[in-house]
């Protein structure tokens, strides 16, 4: 069985998502089927942003969702994970039988080697002749030879075998931290920003240490988009991360939080701290002007509007959020460009 990618998910977030997610399908009248919903669900959830980037782009073609289309992004974006899961899973399952053949045999030999020495012992309890006395001991010697040599091959696979397991072992760490990526920006993704909010909502309640929340947003991409490309969009979106990842430190964690959004975790940060944060953030980015690297053609310059909100003590997760974003939402009509805290 692979692991199920939405055990985070409550009967309230999981129906909205629902919800969003038939409309959305309704809206490009793609059929409901079972991989067209699981292609909806990404979507709404923002737990899969290169499924969202390409469903956009294939929404702008003239030719609209085809099914082969469709089904093609299901195993490019959806099954990717799985596949690299179940992968691990059958090599695993191969090495667990190669240990229980190598312990079979073993048990077998050593049953053999204990008849021949308890056959011996009872011949040295009864007068025997030199001859046949000589015969068991060559025997003895026989068997015992062979019970070294048959624990020596089992020792040399028995290493072989740990190696396999140490390899897999990082293998299978690695597509663990891939799937907490994201694949455009190589920061963090959706469902590693909701696994770490979880985290440090437990960690401050047993502490009784505050958090803050900061959630950033792009201005106007979707008109940078239309303008430049997608590509240059896409180098757009990598430079917001980076900036983002330099001007953090310590346990802090930035993500994307989805399309043009990103989100950052401050721990045992205060407003005032997160919003001296956002200003650094705000400032680093607006300060740069992009250009080509191959041609020198300037881009101008990007900005970007800031919500921040503190954690309060026993509220949930969502709660947090949506009051970042309603900061976020106040920045962007007081004008963008600009950081916004909210009243605890």
């Known amino acids: 069985m692979t692991s199920n990618p939405y055990r985070e998910d409550d009967f309230g977030r999981a129906s909205e998502y629902m919800r969003l997610a038939l409309a959305l399908l309704g809206k490009y009248k793609i059929p409901p089927t079972p991989f067209n919903y699981r292609?909806?669900?990404?979507?709404?959830?923002?737990?899969?942003?290169?499924?969202?980037?390409?469903?956009?782009q294939l929404s702008e073609q003239a030719e609209g969702f085809s099914?082969?289309?469709?089904?093609?992004?299901?195993?490019?974006?959806?099954?990717?994970?799985?596949?690299?899961?179940?992968k691990l899973r059958q090599e695993l399952k191969s090495i667990i039988l190669d240990v229980q053949s190598e312990f079979q045999n073993?048990?077998?030999?050593?049953?053999?080697?204990?008849?021949?020495?308890?056959?011996?012992?009872?011949?040295?309890?009864?007068?025997?002749?030199?001859?046949?006395?000589?015969?068991e001991v060559q025997k003895v010697l026989s068997d015992t030879q062979s019970m070294r040599e048959s624990q020596r091959q089992m020792e040399s696979n028995m290493s072989q075998i740990m190696a396999e397991m140490g390899s897999l072992r990082k293998e299978l760490e690695q597509v663990r931290e891939d799937s907490l990526l994201d694949a455009l920006t190589g920061i963090s993704n959706r469902k590693a920003f909701d696994s770490g909010?979880?985290?440090?909502?437990?960690?401050?309640?047993?502490?009784?240490?505050?958090?803050?929340?900061?959630?950033?947003?792009?201005?106007?991409f979707k008109q940078f988009n239309d303008t430049h490309g997608h590509l240059v969009g896409d180098k757009v979106l990598r430079f917001v991360a980076a900036t983002l990842k330099r001007c953090i430190k310590g346990k802090d964690l930035c993500a994307r939080y989805g399309g043009e959004e990103f989100a950052i975790i401050l721990p045992d940060t205060?407003?005032?701290?997160?919003?001296?944060?956002?200003?650094?953030?705000?400032?680093a980015i607006s300060?740069?002007?992009?250009?080509?690297?191959?041609?020198?053609?300037?881009?101008?310059?990007?900005?970007?509007?800031?919500?921040?909100?503190?954690y309060c003590d026993g509220e949930l997760p969502n709660d947090t959020i949506g009051r970042a974003d309603q900061a976020l939402y106040q920045a962007k009509a007081r004008g963008r460009n600009r950081v916004v805290v909210a009243e605890s």
Do not use: W
Not at 67 to 86: I, S
């Open 39 to 56: 292609i909806g669900y990404e979507y709404v959830a923002g737990n899969n942003p290169p499924l969202k980037q390409s469903f956009d």
């Open 67 to 86: 099914a082969e289309a469709l089904l093609e992004m299901y195993h490019q974006y959806v099954a990717e994970d799985e596949r690299a899961f179940e």
């Open 106 to 135: 073993s048990g077998g030999n050593l049953s053999n080697y204990a008849r021949t020495l308890s056959q011996f012992a009872d011949i040295l309890e009864a007068p025997t002749a030199p001859k046949v006395m000589s015969s």
């Open 197 to 220: 909010l979880e985290t440090t909502i437990s960690e401050s309640r047993e502490q009784g240490s505050v958090f803050c929340l900061l959630l950033i947003d792009i201005d106007h």
């Open 270 to 283: 205060d407003l005032a701290g997160a919003h001296t944060i956002a200003e650094q953030i705000r400032v």
């Open 287 to 310: 300060g740069r002007v992009l250009k080509d690297s191959a041609s020198g053609q300037a881009y101008g310059r990007i900005t970007v509007s800031i919500g921040a909100g503190q």
